[in-house]
């Protein structure tokens, strides 16, 4: 009998034990989440269809039981390049008058949010776009701006303030792509004609261009009052800007009548601009093509600007840049500086300009830096350069000042390794103008087949000229370009550590 009670006692454990793990493996199975119950619904209902009524009655009233189906999340928009944003969606008019400006804002917004989206400005489309800064840094990666349609700046005075130094910016981004067939409009004949031209600098160059009637072009009238009332600002702004970007791309699209530069890259690394075009009259003041600064690791190809000022400007800070296959003019030819400016330090290196043709511009190649600078411009070539009714094709001018009186001073940027090879076509006033700093003579100079053509036009003719400019020339040179000095200058006029990048 004690027997028994003792196998009693023993069986009635063993169950309380086994209905205690049973409960701790029902917990435990309920913590591990949906993905587990779905997986295991899936398996039991399977086992049902192959095996009815095989369980026990405990697992049959267990599984029996219907589980409350738990919700999903909304599938989120595809990435990967195929989420498009277009401008329309959200509430864009597109009919040239009403203002899109918001529409642009909210677009981009959502496109932030989403690595390699697209924001679509459709074409047959004209949209009025205010001052406006698509910012990051906290947008995602690889953003595409498509662009087919046209964006238009307002012409009001009201827009503008006091003045903006940019129309539409994109800022502090990663991988940003604008591409497409549509065109930037910046309305900038309002600006031009409403802001009196002596705010403006002018080109030290035109200095020496006088027409042989010793008449000169006159300029327009000043003081137009924009076409919807007010005078506009006199700083004026930059049609496209980027800065403090990385991998930024710019092709197919069109940037036409920029109250001021058109293209401006600053503090950017990474950027390849192609297939682009620049339009604006050869008049317009200070409307550059593409203007560098800060910037790194450039290319720029296969693109046709035409524009009132450098077709491009190459500024302080920049390095690795490579153009190519460019057409440029109307303008004032493809230049490096001004440098120097207000005695600050400038620095420029390892810049190729090849493969370009220019047409009725007033400069071909050019470096300018201005007196007081210090710092080095070194590593630059110049090569395959066809002019056309150039002004200056070949000029280094480190004296140069873009208003009436600039001070004479001692200290300049030192230039050196600068490169000149097959340069051919014609001139209208002076094939080389090189004029070099006193105190900080251009070194290491080489011309290597340079062949310029005076053609006879309005202008007073010029030989070639240099100053205080040592290196070496390459045959054939017409015109021969006897005053560049073989050689290095005297030892005592050499770069000093100061002046070094």
């Not at 959200?90 to 203002?99: H, L, N, P, Q, Y």
């Amino acid at each position: 009998m004690g027997g028994f009670h003792l196998k009693s006692i023993t069986f009635t454990i063993v169950i309380v034990l086994l209905m205690w793990c049973s409960a701790v493996e029902f917990c435990n199975a309920n913590r591990v989440g949906k993905h587990w119950r779905q997986s295991r619904n899936s398996a039991a209902s399977l086992s049902k269809k192959k095996s009815k009524g095989n369980h026990s009655g405990h697992h049959s009233s267990s599984s029996g039981k219907q589980k409350p189906k738990i919700p999903q999340p909304k599938t989120p928009p595809k990435q990967g390049g195929s989420t498009v944003f277009n401008v329309m969606d959200f509430g864009a008019k597109g009919d040239g008058k009403s203002d899109d400006t918001k529409a642009f804002q909210a677009a981009w917004a959502a496109a932030c949010k989403i690595e390699a989206s697209t924001i679509n400005v459709p074409a047959t489309y004209v949209f009025l776009v205010g001052p406006i800064s698509f910012s990051g840094p906290y947008c995602q990666h690889d953003i595409v701006f498509q662009l087919d349609g046209t964006i238009v700046a307002p012409t009001g005075s009201s827009h503008w303030g006091s003045g903006l130094l940019q129309w539409l910016e994109f800022t502090k981004l990663v991988g940003l792509t604008i591409k497409g067939s549509g065109t930037i409009d910046g309305n900038g004949a309002v600006w031009w004609k409403s802001v009196p031209y002596d705010n403006d600098p002018f080109d030290d160059q035109a200095k020496l261009i006088f027409p042989t009637n010793l008449t000169f072009e006159q300029k327009p009238p000043t003081s137009v009052r924009s076409s919807l009332g007010g005078k506009m600002p006199s700083i004026k702004p930059t049609a496209l800007r980027f800065y403090g970007s990385f991998n930024v791309t710019v092709t197919g699209i069109t940037i036409q009548n920029s109250p001021q530069c058109h293209l401006k890259f600053d503090n950017c690394i990474g950027v390849t601009v192609y297939n682009f075009s620049v339009s604006s009259p050869a008049d317009s003041p200070n409307t550059d093509g593409i203007h560098l600064q800060n910037s790194k690791d450039v290319l720029i190809r296969s693109s046709s600007l035409a524009c009132g000022d450098d077709c491009v400007s190459i500024q302080t800070g920049c390095t690795n840049v490579y153009i190519h296959n460019i057409n440029c003019g109307p303008g004032h030819g493809i230049s490096i500086g001004g440098l120097g400016k207000d005695n600050t330090k400038a620095c420029v290196s390892n810049i190729t300009v090849r493969d370009v043709m220019m047409h009725n511009t007033m400069n071909g190649v050019r470096i300018k830096t201005w007196q007081g600078g210090s710092g080095s411009v070194q590593g630059v070539q110049f090569s395959n350069i066809q002019v056309s009714e150039v002004q200056l094709p070949i000029v280094i001018d480190q004296f140069y000042c873009d208003k009436s009186t600039c001070k004479n001073q001692s200290s300049a940027v030192a230039l050196s390794g600068i490169n000149y090879e097959n340069i051919r076509g014609t001139y209208t006033v002076k094939p080389v103008h090189l004029a070099c700093s006193d105190h900080m003579p251009c070194t290491d100079v080489t011309l290597t087949n340079i062949q310029l053509k005076a053609q006879l036009e309005r202008y007073h003719m010029y030989n070639p000229f240099c100053w205080q400019t040592f290196g070496q020339l390459f045959s054939p040179m017409i015109p021969p370009v006897e005053c560049l000095q073989v050689g290095k200058p005297s030892s005592n006029k050499i770069q000093g550590d100061h002046d070094s990048c």
